[in-house]
T-cell receptor
Framework: ETGVTQSPTHLIKTRGQQVTLRCSSQ?????VSWYQQALGQGPQFIFQ???????GRGNFPPRFSGLQFPNYSSELNVNALELDDSALYLC??????????FGEGSRLTVL | KNEVEQSPQNLTAQEGEFITINCSYSVGISALHWLQQHPGGGIVSLFMLSSGKKKHGRLIATINIQEKHSSLHITASHPRDSAVYIC?????????????FGEGTQLTVNP
């Protein structure tokens, strides 16, 4: 067990809806990153937060947004859901640029 | 061409065999990660390397920075090693935890 927890584990939404996914980092970790993994593919970097500031972003549109809170937990928000947003969403926490600890993921299905 | 290429894509072995998974990358890196992903999605970090070789139990990871190549070896393979193994690199040009992932190698070890 990594100490990183994600919620919810599974959810189903319809096109156009909004979703919020949550990640609780391992104690003492100040960096969190989010990844999207489509079925059969490797994860794709969405963005990362370091001490509550976004400090890196992948090739995802602005409807993907996030927050990191003072306790270093984090949220990923996706607006105007599209069918292609169906994927496993993973968060990973670390202390600075150290070893990554991943959560179990949130599996999102968009109908 | 992807920045991170893994081979083979799929690998089937008999219990007890020695296994090698390869990873080549095209960018300058500050670190390379080997990750393990079981069905259901959760990812476990196996190694973080910036040079040389690391060993943990039956797993060995090596990296050659000049050749931009890394290998993951599993000695005395066991059916519980069956999983997807993913190579990911942290580019020198990016900060924090941003990773670029390979597509993964699906390993099946038969009893």
């Amino acid at each position: 067990e990594t100490g990183v927890t994600q919620s919810p584990t599974h959810l189903i939404k319809t096109r156009g809806q909004q979703v919020t996914l949550r990640c609780s980092s391992q104690s003492g970790h100040n960096t969190v990153s989010w990844y999207q993994q489509a079925l059969g593919q490797g994860p794709q970097f969405i963005f990362q937060y370091y001490r509550e500031e976004e400090n890196g972003r992948g090739n995802f549109p602005p409807r993907f947004s996030g927050l990191q809170f003072p306790n270093y937990s984090s949220e990923l928000n996706v607006n105007a859901l599209e069918l292609d947003d169906s994927a496993l969403y993973l968060c990973a926490s670390s202390l600075d640029a150290g070893e990554l600890f991943f959560g179990e993921g949130s599996r999102l299905t968009v109908l | 061409k992807n920045e991170v290429e893994q081979s083979p894509q799929n690998l089937t072995a008999q219990e007890g065999e020695f296994i090698t998974i390869n990873c080549s990358y095209s960018v300058g890196i500050s670190a390379l990660h080997w990750l393990q992903q079981h069905p259901g999605g959760g990812i476990v970090s196996l190694f973080m390397l910036s040079s040389g070789k690391k060993k943990h139990g039956r797993l060995i990871a090596t990296i050659n920075i000049q050749e931009k190549h890394s290998s993951l070896h599993i000695t005395a393979s066991h059916p519980r090693d069956s999983a997807v193994y993913i190579c990911a690199v942290r580019s020198r040009e990016t900060s924090g935890s941003r990773l670029t992932f390979g597509e993964g190698t699906q390993l099946t070890v038969n009893p």
